[in-house]
């Protein structure tokens, strides 16, 4: 199991905003709690990561074919 804490997290958000990779904005949390922060990836950046993925699966077929496997 990775453990993930706050100071690998939001050091990777920040690089990640700064690069462009991701938007946020601030909302107003219910009962008098503090703001929360949302990230969301931008969208060419999805397009970044869906054509990696299909890149991945394609290395996943063809090694599995190289092994003799479906």
Known sequence: ???ATE???YPLLRRLLNDRC???FWKESSEGLPPRKYYFITEDEEKYLKSMIEEWQNLIEIVEKIKGGE
């Open 22 to 24: 991701l938007t946020s």
């Open 1 to 3: 199991m990775i453990a």
């Open 7 to 9: 100071s690998t997290i």
